[in-house]
């Protein structure tokens, strides 16, 4: 098989970490002669068109530090390869592909993010098939995706592959989103699944699809159709972003501010002292929290969670959990403190104050 070299963008190993989001992509899938999903009145190219515009102007009247770049605002075609270059030329730090599902079961309702991931035959696999199956429309599409068949399970085999660097902030963020669409949106929610999906596999960037509702659904097509319906969705959208946006921003700040006054505290209150470490060793902790002002460190103002420490950072309060010299524990450690706090985050010490994460990374291997 040839295929694996230039269909795929590159993963570049710098995953985003410590950057900023300045430029997102907002993708309206299908358009032109490709209309996607066809409803019994609607199509899903209009219905992810109309979506995306309020997306995207949601993001440019309320956040003016992000450029917002659309990959159509018309009922234009625009093959797929295209759409990941528009993107990629961009440097984007975020690509969002708007579509509607359809099911041949028609009481199917809901919505689905998907990202990037590994080859899965389960019913998801049908929406993979089908928003891939969009480049047996485009010219020369055997040439230009190498031999891909978007029908043949053989040719997802390669999704499995590829290195998955935009995995983790993909699944962060169509997480807010998903939740936006359960909490807010009050819609059916699927989760946040992994699809071999073409559009996604050749941006560099992180990237989701985000499947709105079911065009096959009457009601939800009706839903999608209104003025309403595609306001409360789109600015479920918004909302899943800018949580993304304040996480990611949060982060970037964290590993960049000077941290001349760090300074790691026992708790009040709190009966176990931090473990005594040999100086000038890098130590790796959970983020859960951080204030202005300083708050207790009980284990009633943090969910039951027990030991929790304060590192001054500046005018803020972190207050993290655990202290793990492997990097690689310290991840384990986080995802069982996710439970109860989902934006929880690995942070690195060294002699009781916070490091950015990406130098201890480097100092542990070295
Ligand atoms: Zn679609």
């Known amino acids: 098989m040839t295929f694996c070299c230039t269909l795929f963008a590159a993963g570049s190993g710098d995953n985003g970490v410590g950057k900023r989001i300045r430029t997102i992509v907002i993708d309206a899938g299908h358009g032109g002669k490709d209309p996607g999903a066809v409803g019994k009145i609607a199509k899903e190219k209009d219905l992810a068109l109309a979506i995306a515009l309020k997306v995207g102007h949601y993001v440019e009247e309320n956040m003016k530090d992000v450029s917002v770049i659309y990959t159509r605002k018309s009922d234009v075609a625009v093959d797929l390869w295209k759409r990941a270059e528009i993107a990629n030329e961009a440097e984007a730090d975020l690509f969002i592909s708007i579509h509607v599902n359809a099911h041949t079961r028609t009481s199917a309702r809901g919505t689905l993010t998907l990202v990037l991931g590994?080859?899965?035959?389960?019913?998801?696999f049908d929406v993979a098939v089908r928003e891939n199956s969009v480049i047996l429309l485009e010219?020369?599409?055997k040439t230009i995706y190498e031999g891909f068949n978007p029908e043949s399970t053989e040719s997802y085999i390669m999704f499995s592959l590829m290195q998955k660097?935009?995995?983790?902030q993909s699944i962060e963020f169509g997480a807010f989103v998903q939740k936006q669409?359960?909490?807010?949106?009050?819609?059916?929610?699927f989760g946040v699944r992994e699809q071999g999906l073409l559009v996604l596999a050749q941006t560099s960037m992180p990237g989701v699809l985000i499947e709105t509702g079911f065009i096959s659904n009457a009601e939800e097509e009706k839903y999608l159709m209104t003025e309403y319906g595609q306001d409360v969705i789109a600015s479920a959208i918004y909302r899943g972003f800018r949580e993304y946006k304040e996480e990611i921003d949060r982060r970037s700040n964290f590993s960049s501010v000077v941290r001349e006054e760090s300074v790691i505290e026992k708790a009040p209150g709190v009966e176990v002292q931090p473990a005594v470490l040999p100086a000038n060793q890098v130590v790796f902790s959970i983020q859960i929290a951080s204030s202005k002002n300083k708050i207790s460190t009980d284990p009633s103002s943090f969910k039951g969670q027990k030991e929790v420490m304060v590192v001054q950072d500046g005018r803020w309060f972190k207050y993290i959990v655990g202290q793990e010299v492997s990097y690689r524990k310290?991840?384990?450690?986080c995802l069982v403190v996710k439970d109860d706090f989902p934006?929880?985050?690995?942070?690195?010490?060294?002699?009781?104050k916070l490091i950015p994460l990406n130098d201890a990374i480097i100092e542990i291997n070295r």
């Open 330 to 333: 310290a991840l384990d450690r």
């Open 165 to 168: 660097t935009y995995f983790k």
């Open 139 to 141: 010219e020369d599409y």
């Open 181 to 189: 669409f359960k909490e807010r949106a009050q819609r059916r929610d």
């Open 343 to 352: 934006d929880a985050f690995v942070v690195a010490l060294k002699n009781g």
């Open 118 to 124: 590994q080859h899965r035959s389960d019913e998801n």
